[in-house]
């Protein structure tokens, strides 16, 4: 079972996946744990395309 400490990342699948995929999605987490965020986008970017949606969300609180 994944650490749920809310500082350490979960490195387990959001959803069951086949015993081949898992390791695939622990081998990606691993590989991206200290990735800038436009090398996980490019890598995303040039393996799922063209079928990929990409969703952010945010907000900054400088104005408060």
């Known amino acids: 079972m994944a650490d749920t ?5 979960i490195h387990e699948p959001a959803v069951p996946f086949l015993d081949e995929e898992a390791s695939w999605v622990r081998d990606a987490a691993d590989r991206f744990e200290g990735a800038r965020a436009e090398e996980l986008l490019a890598w ?3 393996t799922f395309h063209p ?3 990409i969703s952010a969300a945010g907000a900054s609180t400088d104005w408060l």
């Open 5 to 9: 400490d809310p500082i350490q990342p």
């Open 51 to 53: 079928r990929i949606a």
């Open 44 to 46: 995303a970017l040039e």
